[in-house]
């Protein structure tokens, strides 16, 4: 069907205001909460991977890099690749361990001295396979615990290169933490985790909301406003005498009645009761002292 006449918009379509609107995090702010992120993660590491070295906890140092790409992420030769998914949403993150590396605490798992055999294998066995899938475990609770993720992380799958891998593209920027860990007089090896820069923010916690501080409701003192100035009625019953209606009728001028005064004064604020006093006189004036308060 075509319409007689263009259509015309009745009113303006809505639009965003950019001055409304929160600017994603730029990467200088991002790469210094990965860093940070990265030491806390060196501490829990230590113990982490304790079962990898016999039961003995391991110096574990951080350093950052960035400006990389998911192609140049592993270094060349034998390496064990791993893709992790990370909290809720599942980003992608990467960890890649030499294959020497790998070998030599393979070796050391099955009481050896902890050497890798020379010339290194074409690819790596399922033993060591079997190794690498360890690793990830004993990464994945202290690397979620370190950057807050709700739904964990955890490992996907494993290859012995990046195209095998087929995680991200090559051209993915990537920050790139690099953990040396070293157990006593043995070489070092190294544990190299990688994070998507368009997932930067939500890994680190710069996307998500600020959590509310919790209050907690006290009551309200007498002395803060606006119930400082608030006016109250005191009440000060001095009698309450009980007559029958043939007394009150038979009341003439000039009549005294015998009405006797309490030793505690009940003090009210409408009906509710505040204390108890005694009668007294100040500058000729009738006063109450205080002795109990309710």
Known sequence: MKPERPLVAQRPLARHSAALLRPAPAAAELLPLLARAGEQLARKLRLALAPVHGGEAAAVECSQ????TAGTF??????????????????????????ESVL????????????????????LPLS??????????????????????????QPMRRAASMAELAA?????????????IREGARPPWS????????AL???????????RAVQTAAPASPLDAPFADMPLTLRAVLVDVALPLATLSALEVGQVLAVPVARNVPLRIGEALVGHGTIGAVDDRVALQLTQLA
């Open 168 to 180: 991200l593209p090559e051209s993915t920027p990537l920050a790139v933490l690099t953990f040396a």
């Open 65 to 68: 890099q960035a400006d990389i």
């Open 128 to 153: 060591a396979e079997l190794m690498v899938q360890r690793i990830e475990t004993l990464i994945a609770a202290p690397l979620a615990a370190t950057l807050g993720l709700e739904g964990g992380v």
């Open 74 to 99: 592993a270094p060349p030769g034998l390496v064990a690749i791993s893709l992790l998914a990370a909290g809720a949403a599942g980003h992608p993150l990467l960890a890649v361990v030499e294959g």
């Open 191 to 198: 544990l190299r985790l990688g994070f998507p820069m368009h």
């Open 201 to 211: 923010a939500d890994l680190t916690g710069a996307a998500r909301p600020a959590p």
């Open 104 to 123: 030599r605490l393979l070796d050391r798992a099955f009481g050896g001295p902890g050497e890798a055999p020379s010339p290194l294998p074409r690819e």
